[in-house]
């Protein structure tokens, strides 16, 4: 063989080797997963103890403003989602279900209770693939409801299918430790801004409701009309100067996030009875 010949010959390969190299993945090669649990075709985020951090892994087109946290604050909604909390964004379904492919699942079972024409409770339960993170199978819960008080005329008719959705979607991003509220999760009743809101609707609120503090700022602002938490302060003097709560440490709290859990559940406590 010629020198030129043998010349071609390694250009070739060269040439088929990149070609092979370049092709983009298709089929099952997508959701080929690696030692760690991982699918190998993504480029996952990490925080700083090696977990994953799964809130970085939403796309943004899933994320958008939510107009009730800024209603209420009366303050305009934002045109994009550039700059906002978690605490203000909301996320569509489909994000919920991307993070639940990419964290990979054997079974989604769910069970509708107290079925009625106005209240409707469902669970979800989720049989998670074992990854470095959880060496075996785990199986997750999380409920969530739907009623006449927290949905709109439309979804009314459907109270089985948004309850299922609403609890899909808390069990999704409860284990994996999202903080962004579900689009599905929000009260979408007309009444939900109104300050008859019960505690209860609160859950579907849309301010960190999973949280006892998220439900102790919705409660406030609604039952109180304050607008910041230098106001919230205001309230907790004149608790104390009626004897109702007093906390010494309270002095020393900036925002509704420095509240201790158990406190704000007393504090809750106190403001539904008013």
Known sequence: MSNNEESQKKVAKKKTAKKAATKPKVGPELYKRN?????????????????????????????YPNRGWFDIR???????????????LLIMLGGI?????????NSVKFKVENIGSNYVTAKCSIEWIPNYENSSIVLYEDYANAT???????CIKF????????????CVRNFLNVH???GDEIDKSKTSGNS?????????SGINPTTPRGILEKVAIEKLKISNFEDFKNHLRNLWKTEEYKNESAKEWNSFDDIPVK????????????
């Open 148 to 154: 006449a008080d927290n949905t709109d005329d439309f």
């Open 97 to 105: 279900k991307e993070l639940a492919k990419l964290r990979g699942y």
């Open 263 to 274: 406190e704000a559940r007393i504090l809750l406590g106190i403001l539904s009875k008013k």
């Open 159 to 170: 109270l089985e299918t948004i309850a299922c959705n609403r609890a899909f979607v808390r």
């Open 196 to 204: 008859n809101t019960s505690t209860e609707d609160v859950i579907d």
């Open 35 to 63: 030692n760690y649990g991982l699918l190998q075709n993504v480029d996952y985020t990490y925080n700083e103890d090696g977990s994953i951090d799964w809130r970085s892994m939403i796309k943004p087109e899933f994320l």
């Open 180 to 182: 962004i509220v579900g």
């Open 74 to 88: 009366k303050q305009p909604m934002p045109d994009s989602i550039e700059g906002l909390d978690d605490k203000q």
